[in-house]
């Protein structure tokens, strides 16, 4: 049975810095892309970041330079280190798992989180 399970989101203020975790069980990590995704109320979720098996990123325009993924295979963990963050990042952030290449879209990631809300107070 495929988990995984969201942790790090929180409450801050607009500049500061959260760091998303991803940690999974039940699949071979090393052999899945992964992605964080996040939504807004009443907005559909949009793609964040992904990371592809050998360490490739992506990134939306939106945080890029201030977000960065990252993924440790050994701990079948992924991460989303996020700062400078802005109002406009409050959402509730998932992440999700897919296996072979990375993608940005939600349709092409079989498995996802629970997520994790994060709120940035201006």
């Known amino acids: 049975q495929v988990q995984l399970v969201e942790s790090g989101g929180g409450l801050v203020q607009a500049g500061g810095s959260l760091s998303l975790s991803c940690a999974t069980s039940g699949l071979t990590f090393s052999n899945y892309a992964m992605g964080w995704f996040r939504q807004a109320p009443g907005k559909d979720r949009e793609f964040v970041a992904a990371i592809s098996r050998s360490g490739n990123t992506y990134y939306a325009d939106s945080v890029k330079g201030r977000f960065t993924i990252s993924r440790d295979n050994a701990k079948s963990t992924g991460y989303l280190q996020m700062n400078r963050l802005k109002p406009e990042d409050t959402a509730v952030y998932y992440c999700?798992?897919?296996?072979?290449?990375?993608?940005?879209?939600?349709?092409?990631?079989?498995?996802w989180g629970q997520g994790t809300q994060v709120t940035v107070s201006s």
């Open positions: 999700a798992a897919r296996y072979g290449a990375a993608a940005t879209t939600t349709t092409l990631f079989a498995y």
